[in-house]
């Protein structure tokens, strides 16, 4: 018989060992990136094992160290404590020099994570902390995101809800670098922080958003969550029905994974729900059951504070000292582990992690200040600047419309007093700082031009004043000469001799002269457009007319029309 046991066990080892070897054969044909998205996708502890050990032997022979690195993090995962821990040293080692901005602040991450999956929140705050000044200094964002959000969900353990809410809900609405599946898990912890502090609305709204999604992509495990945290929100309504309604489904769905933290709070809301309903024996029920889960798996939380005096009054009432005295001393030993946790916790965060962000949130604040000043003080100066350049042009276009309109008036006054002549008139000498002036001439005759000719073409010339022939369109020195009977170059000779000027400069001194005099007398002449009073005095173009204006007299057409209308 003994030998028959021992052959089956044989037998047994052989297939076991057979298996095994066929399952490493079977992963050779993977990538490193195959063999990671096969480890995380799968759900068998033992089968994720065999990947994880396949997949560092494989880095080992290849003398691959990032990819021996990442070994180390896989096989860490469904470890105990001691050789978790054990993994994450060796990482830590391989990863000492590694120029990669997510080391070393991933060993602590990983760290922490680990502390907190088996419920030692001193180790995980002193590591999440550790994550943070790391991957600070490396300037990791994503790695600050999972330091400051693991430091909230440590809020959420000792009640400061609203310092969690601020956190989670500033990574699900004002980033962009984090995986889909971190932001489910930031969503469906909001939602039931947001029920500890009676955002009922927001809760609600954030569970029918991800049951409708889960629900509909086929996320089961997902899906659960926020059926949690659905009874959990009916349970804060008191609307017990509807919370168990919500929780049974947890409680099968719960208890075939290894979740132990979701299995516990399925149990206490659900025997919250009971109890609440006066439904006791079902509610003794449900809470013998988490007494038995907290046992086993060392999983405590504050609200277990809740249930043990529960416990103690039911077997109290029922007479039944031997179970109420081990209630009793259950809830003391658990009292006190969540004293110790909750005071160090309560006094750490504040010192590790609140005081180190308010300091570094007081220099940013001194920074921007300073900043702002240098800013102010600057812009100030260039304000400063700006004005002064701004009064000096405004005064000195006071000045410049002060001097036009003393101008204007000095015309109109020339004007009115007939002192304007023909030729070289009492508006140039009245204005000599703005007329050109002719030169001095000694001899007015040369010696190409006989006297008499030049004596002619003064005299055709005082006639072509006359007439006011300057007047017509096109006027050039080539039609006046043909007209007078007399060549261009004599004409040209004789008007820069006596006249002191080239013809251009001729023509526009008698149009404007004649413009000024006329201006002055003929009001219906002002009425007219600028456009079709420089048509009226030969010009071809408004902008002609005006340039000749104030060439000649120093002043704006515009300062000498709104002068004559103020009169």
């Not at 996320?219 to 349970?235: A, D, N, P």
């Not at 000649?552 to 515009?558: D, K, M």
Request: aromatic letters at 14%; hydrophobic letters at 35%; proline letters at 2%.
């Amino acid at each position: 018989m003994m030998k028959f046991k021992y052959c089956i066990l044989l037998v047994f080892f052989y297939n076991l060992f057979c298996s095994q070897n066929n399952s490493i054969d079977s992963l050779k044909k993977y990538s490193y990136k195959e063999l990671e998205q096969k480890f995380y996708n799968n759900n068998q502890i033992e089968n994720a094992k065999i990947i994880s050990k396949f997949y560092i032997q494989k880095a080992k022979a290849e003398k691959k160290e990032d990819k021996i690195a990442e070994g180390y993090v896989l096989m860490h995962f469904n470890e105990n404590l001691p050789n978790a821990l054990k993994y994450l040293d060796s990482l830590q080692i391989i990863t000492k020099n590694s120029n990669k901005d997510y080391y070393p602040a991933r060993v602590y991450l990983l760290r922490g994570n680990l502390y907190s999956k088996f419920y030692d929140v001193k180790g995980a705050l002193g590591n999440y902390v550790l994550t943070l000044e790391y991957a600070r200094e490396k300037g990791n964002q994503r790695q600050i995101a999972f330091a400051e959000i693991s430091i909230a969900y440590l809020n959420n353990y000792i009640g400061k809800h609203r310092d969690a809410a601020n956190t989670l809900r500033y990574y699900l609405y004002n980033t962009s670098y984090l995986d889909k599946k971190d932001y489910d898990n930031i969503r469906v912890n909001l939602a039931d922080t947001y029920i500890e502090i009676n955002k009922m609305d927001s809760a609600k709204t954030l569970i029918k958003e991800g049951l409708l999604f889960t629900s509909e992509n086929g996320k089961i495990y997902q899906y659960h969550g926020y059926l949690l945290e659905s009874g959990f929100y009916y349970l804060k309504l008191k609307k017990y029905n509807n919370a168990i309604n919500n929780l049974l489904p947890c409680k099968k769905y719960f208890f075939t994974t290894n979740n132990i933290k979701n299995q516990s709070y399925t149990l206490l809301f659900l025997g919250q729900s009971y109890a609440g309903l006066k439904e006791k024996e079902k509610a003794i029920q449900i809470f013998t059951r988490l007494d038995s889960l907290i046992g086993q798996s060392k999983h405590v939380f504050p609200e277990l504070r809740e249930v043990y005096p529960y416990l103690i009054d039911y077997y109290k009432g029922k007479n039944d000292h031997e179970r109420q005295l081990y209630y009793i001393e259950k809830f003391f030993k658990i009292d006190q582990i969540l004293d110790s946790q909750f005071r160090y916790i309560s006094r750490e965060i504040p010192r590790r992690y609140d005081k180190p962000k308010l300091l570094k949130e007081k220099e940013s604040i001194i920074n921007e200040l300073k900043n702002k000043k240098l800013l102010f003080y600057s812009s100030f100066v260039v304000l400063s600047l700006i004005l002064l350049i701004f009064i000096f042009l405004y005064y000195k276009s006071k000045n410049t419309e002060k001097k036009h309109r003393k101008i204007a008036q000095d015309l109109i006054y020339s004007v009115n007093e007939n002192t304007i002549k023909k030729e070289t008139s009492s508006i140039k000498e009245a204005f000599s700082d703005n007329f050109q002036e002719p030169r001095a001439i000694e001899d007015k005759t040369t010696k190409t031009i006989s006297e008499d000719i030049a004596q002619f073409i003064l005299k055709e010339l005082e006639i072509f004043e006359a007439k006011e022939h300057f007047l017509d369109n096109g006027i050039s020195l080539g039609s006046l000469a043909k007209k007078i009977k007399t060549n261009s170059k004599y004409l040209s000779e004789i008007i820069n001799t006596h006249k002191g000027k080239n013809f251009a400069t001729y023509i526009n001194d008698l149009r404007i002269d004649y413009a000024i005099k006329r201006l002055a007398k003929d009001k219906k002449l002002r009425s007219y457009k600028i456009s079709s009073i420089a048509e009226e005095l030969g010009y071809n173009t408004e902008q002609a007319f005006t340039q000749a204006f104030k060439k000649r007299t120093g002043a704006p057409l515009s300062a000498y029309l709104k002068e004559m209308e103020r009169l």
